[in-house]
């Protein structure tokens, strides 16, 4: 029983062409996250949100747009890809606002790739 | 700029010996540090955790430690088996922000 499962797992599509990825859990967590791990490796906050609502918002192209429709779900909206934005996507989800004492459950990632 | 830093992208050790993975801070403010591990095709998940209060966390084989005042942390395994063979993550916390990870280090352990 997936805790936190994102579709899809690997998404391939040309420059300029709109896509979505999924992410639900199934914990019971008030904040979820998307994080990006780009070439470099590195994972990078993109946007938090706590209970539907965004907390956190990183520079982000506004190319991307998240979206909450309840607290087990945040989607992940992106309008005229570049090949830029090729990179590994990971939801996240914690108990808590602060990571400081909980820890973040991460989903399998979603691989996607700009031609 | 690299707020958490790990600067050996990769680790190689036999099997019975101790891992040390470093990782280095710039930003005084954190106040949480954690580690996690990651497989191919998964995500990352939690290994251990440390409060700025404290210098020293040990659960089983795994030990963090906290230098603040050198802005350094480390993780020790002991004994390395071959599952430990991952990338390990370092990320740091402080008030308003997510998690900020480090690039990550490669660990293989030989059988």
């Known amino acids: 029983d997936t805790a936190v499962s994102q579709t899809p797992k690997y998404l391939v599509t040309q420059m300029g062409n709109d896509k979505s990825i999924k992410c639900e859990q199934n914990?019971?967590?008030?904040?979820m996250y998307w994080y990006k791990q780009d070439s470099k490796k590195f994972l990078k906050i993109m946007f938090s949100?706590?209970?539907?609502?965004?907390?956190i918002n990183e520079t982000v192209p506004n190319r991307f747009s998240p979206k909450s429709p309840d607290k087990a779900h945040l989607n992940l909206h992106i309008n005229s890809l570049e090949l830029g934005d090729s990179a590994v996507y990971f939801c996240?989800?914690?108990?808590?606002?602060?990571?400081?004492?909980?820890?973040?459950?991460f989903g399998e990632g979603s691989r996607l790739t700009v031609l | 700029d690299q707020q958490v830093k790990q600067n050996s992208p990769s680790l190689s050790v036999q099997e019975g010996r101790i891992s040390i993975l470093n990782c280095d801070y710039t930003?005084?403010?954190?106040?949480?540090f954690l580690w996690y591990k990651k497989y191919p095709a998964e995500g990352p998940t939690f290994l251990i955790s440390?409060?700025?209060?404290?210098d020293k966390n040990e659960d089983g084989r795994f030990t963090v430690f906290l230098n603040k005042s050198a802005k350094h942390l480390s993780l020790h395994i002991v004994p390395s088996q071959p599952g430990d063979s991952a990338v390990y993550f370092c990320?740091?916390?402080?008030?308003?922000?997510?998690?900020?990870f480090g690039k990550g280090t490669t660990l293989s352990v030989s059988s």
């Open positions: 996240a989800s914690s108990p808590r606002t602060r990571v400081s004492t909980g820890e973040l459950f």
């Open positions: 914990l019971g967590h008030d904040t």
């Open positions: 949100y706590n209970n539907k609502e965004l907390i």
């Open positions: 930003n005084s403010m954190f106040d949480y």
């Open positions: 440390i409060s700025s209060i404290k």
């Open positions: 990320a740091a916390s402080k008030a308003g922000t997510a998690l900020i």
